[in-house]
């Protein structure tokens, strides 16, 4: 409903509320208006060469999410989900099994985004401060998480994802998700991901998902982006 269609007296009234809630309310109306649109690369297409090339970025970012986003938009035109911030349609139709196209192109939308966040140019190695204090006490040592990353991220059959979550006791743990799903949607904090998705790293590894996920983690993994995460 549009403001020409109210009349004069809820007009006033909805000034009145937005006057109310203050400058804090301004910001979510914001967020909210664009739950698909396509957020910029933190970093130019041929930042991550030689692990992965421009053209595999050109493609996963360029083509794969372009397209969720886009699909994304179309489904909810017309719909109260355009009013939602992104992690809130993501959350709001998760459970619901009238909505999983919209469900799995806004997950999808959001787990690119934060894919290409979890890596930097110049990553890799070991993580630091209390990240690494937290990823000794929950996996032995840097090996320890290793490991069970790399299992998870080979072992995940098919396409999906393989994640750095805190889970809700407050300890750090891997878990892997199949296709569009992600610990977001049932309220777990995410701390890293990387996608597993043949789109991901086919044209330059071919069927060698064990070398991309080593690579990525030698190399591009963003603990800085991990830390961040961790202490929101």
Same mark, same amino acid.
């Given at each position: 409903?549009?403001?020409?269609?109210?009349?004069?007296?809820?007009?006033?009234?909805?000034?009145?509320?937005? =006057?109310?809630?203050?400058?804090?309310?301004?910001?979510? =109306?914001?967020?909210?208006?664009?739950?698909?649109?396509?957020?910029?690369?933190?970093?130019?297409?041929?930042?991550?060469?030689?692990?992965?090339?421009?053209?595999?970025?050109?493609?996963?970012?360029?083509?794969?999410?372009?397209?969720?986003?886009?699909?994304?938009?179309?489904? =909810?035109?017309?719909?109260?989900?355009?009013?939602?911030?992104?992690?809130?349609?993501?959350?709001?139709?998760?459970?619901?099994?009238?909505?999983?196209?919209?469900?799995?192109?806004?997950?999808?939308?959001?787990?690119?985004?934060?894919?290409?966040?979890?890596?930097?140019?110049?990553?890799?190695?070991?993580?630091?401060?209390?990240?690494?204090?937290?990823?000794?006490?929950?996996?032995?040592? =840097?090996?320890?998480?290793?490991?069970?990353?790399?299992?998870?991220?080979?072992?995940? $059959?098919?396409?999906?994802?393989?994640?750095?979550?805190?889970?809700?006791?407050?300890?750090?743990?891997?878990?892997?998700?199949?296709?569009?799903?992600?610990?977001?949607?049932?309220?777990?904090?995410?701390?890293?991901?990387?996608?597993?998705?043949?789109?991901?790293?086919?044209?330059?590894?071919?069927?060698?998902?064990?070398?991309?996920?080593?690579?990525?983690?030698?190399?591009?993994?963003?603990?800085? $982006?991990?830390?961040?995460?961790?202490?929101?």
């Amino acid at each position: 409903m549009t403001i020409s269609s109210l009349t004069r007296r809820q007009a006033l009234l909805g000034g009145a509320t937005l =006057i109310g809630l203050g400058a804090t309310f301004l910001p979510r =109306i914001a967020r909210a208006e664009s739950p698909a649109v396509l957020p910029p690369l933190p970093y130019a297409d041929n930042a991550l060469e030689p692990v992965i090339s421009a053209n595999t970025i050109g493609f996963h970012y360029g083509k794969h999410h372009r397209a969720y986003v886009d699909n994304l938009a179309k489904l =909810i035109e017309g719909t109260d989900f355009v009013n939602q911030t992104l992690e809130d349609v993501v959350r709001t139709t998760q459970v619901n099994p009238n909505r999983t196209a919209i469900y799995n192109n806004a997950a999808q939308s959001w787990n690119h985004s934060f894919y290409w966040n979890s890596m930097r140019p110049g990553g890799g190695g070991a993580p630091s401060g209390s990240l690494a204090e937290r990823i000794a006490a929950d996996f032995k040592d =840097i090996d320890g998480f290793r490991k069970e990353f790399t299992t998870a991220a080979l072992g995940q $059959f098919g396409s999906g994802w393989a994640w750095l979550i805190e889970d809700k006791e407050k300890k750090l743990r891997v878990m892997r998700t199949p296709n569009a799903d992600t610990p977001m949607a049932q309220g777990i904090k995410c701390l890293l991901t990387i996608d597993v998705w043949e789109h991901a790293y086919y044209l330059d590894y071919q069927n060698r998902r064990p070398d991309y996920v080593a690579a990525w983690l030698d190399k591009l993994v963003n603990w800085d $982006f991990a830390a961040k995460n961790l202490g929101a």
